[in-house]
């Protein structure tokens, strides 16, 4: 089902497939309204002090709290989030936010450097207006992670939300100007992708951001290329989680299940393939399912619900198009593998057995409630078959022995690693990968500065 006609964008509710609104593309005179408003706007916040900017922060947190009920319905409804998730990813975003306020003045300012004789240092200047394109699964939270960290740097933000959380942009829009940013320095680009395109060539657009498939970071950051333009992608995973014969097995099988099943799997920081090494494979396995199939799935305004919607009829079709695939590969379909007959966009939880490379539970990132199993003869394996990817996000190790675990977590081809843990996102480290999972950080002092001109001053002495 698509999220957007010829002419606009369609929001749908994802636990009962109805019509919440269509949002009509913005015309070219609101597009240029648009541009030319986040450029004027831009221009007066990078004048100002950084301690005032800080101050409209905590602001921000104290709106994003104030509106935390009505932004979490809003998410459930447009996305299918259960709404205990959704209240989280709303306070999320405020705490984030205050630790931004509280630390992002000093990490961005001026540097000094050590040159014998001369006064020199490095000032963090902002660049202009950074495009913003972001996805549907955590609608809040990416794009305050994104323009969190840009817009305190003196940035202006253009956000190009998903089409099918056209609301929970809109709503971000009023959050903002709330919060008393300047009108405009935080806006909407609500447009179709040629539109994108002609936005990002923009001399008013000085980089992009994107969260989303490889498909659609290649396209945006080509784009960008072209003009001689920044870009940082984030463009998911299909995360290893590694459990060794000396893990906790018990601690283990609920971290997977959690991080595999959350959010009905949408996450891109999550448990995706999850290799075990043979001598407990099949304990594992047991438990895993067992846990698995106990799983609450539902209406996501429910509070006991674990496992709501996926987002649309169509990713829903695609997910099970990849279970189909893989099980003709020779996967064995342990747990669930259909669709959930009724209204909404509902899949079983889903467990696959015996998968190898070269199956698209192996080979592809799977977005939805779908856990892959694969055995590993041993821990060598199981670094093998773990970078045995085109993605590289993140990835877990479970062993009772730490130092083992931290020389793999180096031979990880991933930009996050977690020991003992599942893979989580905090402001105070960033996040981001390799090879197609993209490049570039975002969070913590590198998303701070990530988005800067690392301006060099060299103040020469008289002789």
């Not at 619900?305 to 279970?323: K, M, N, S």
Request: proline share 5%; net charge negative.
């Amino acid at each position: 089902m698509s999220t957007s006609t010829e002419g606009g964008a369609i929001s749908r509710n994802p636990a009962d497939g109805s019509l919440i609104s269509n949002y009509p593309f913005q015309t070219a005179d609101e597009i240029e309204q648009t541009l030319q408003g986040c450029a004027s706007a831009y221009a007066a916040w990078r004048a100002t002090p950084i301690d005032e900017r800080a101050a409209r922060y905590r602001r921000l947190a104290e709106t994003l709290r104030d509106r935390s009920e009505t932004l979490a319905k809003l998410v459930t409804a447009e996305m299918g989030r259960t709404i205990t998730l959704a209240r989280f990813e709303v306070e999320k975003c405020a705490s984030t936010i205050e630790w931004i306020a509280e630390h992002g003045p000093a990490i961005l300012a001026d540097e000094p450097a050590q040159v014998e004789g001369d006064e020199v240092y490095v000032s963090f200047l902002p660049i202009g207006t950074v495009l913003g394109v972001m996805p549907w699964n955590l609608p809040i939270w990416q794009a305050i992670r994104a323009a969190g960290p840009i817009m305190l740097s003196g940035n202006g933000f253009l956000l190009k939300h998903a089409t099918n959380v056209m609301g929970c942009a809109y709503a971000l829009e009023e959050v903002f100007e709330a919060s008393g940013f300047p009108r405009g320095l935080f806006a909407n680009l609500n447009a179709d992708n040629d539109t994108v395109a002609r936005v990002i060539k923009d001399p008013r657009i000085a980089a992009v951001t994107v969260t989303g498939s490889v498909r659609a970071g290649s396209a945006v950051a080509s784009t960008a290329a072209r003009v001689i333009k920044k870009s940082v992608l984030e463009l998911g995973g299909a995360d290893p989680f590694i459990v060794l014969a000396d893990a906790d097995l018990e601690g283990a099988v609920k971290a997977a299940v959690q991080s595999r099943f959350e959010n009905a799997g949408q996450v891109c920081l999550a448990a995706k393939r999850i290799i075990l090494e043979r001598p407990i494979a099949q304990r594992f396995q047991d438990a895993f399912v067992q846990r698995a199939a106990a799983l609450k799935v539902g209406d996501p305004m429910d509070e006991s619900t674990f496992l709501g919607p996926i987002a649309r009829a169509d990713l829903r079709d695609g997910v099970h198009d990849q279970v189909a695939r893989s099980v003709l590969a020779g996967a064995k379909l342990l747990l669930g593998g259909r669709k959930i007959d009724g209204p909404g966009f509902f899949y079983e939880p889903t467990v696959l057995g015996d998968v190898r490379p070269g199956m698209a539970a192996f080979d592809e990132e799977v977005f939805g409630p779908v856990g892959a199993l694969i055995v590993a003869e041993d821990a060598e394996d199981a670094i093998r078959l773990a970078n045995m990817s085109d993605y590289g996000l993140s990835g877990n190790i479970w062993t009772a022995d730490i130092e083992k675990a931290r020389a793999m977590a180096r031979r990880l081809e991933t930009g996050g690693a977690f020991i003992n843990g599942f893979t989580a996102s905090n402001v105070r480290v960033p996040v981001g990968g390799v090879k197609q999972s993209g490049f570039g950080r975002e969070l913590s002092h590198f998303g701070l500065r990530e988005f800067t001109n690392a301006q060099t001053v060299w103040v020469k002495k008289p002789a």
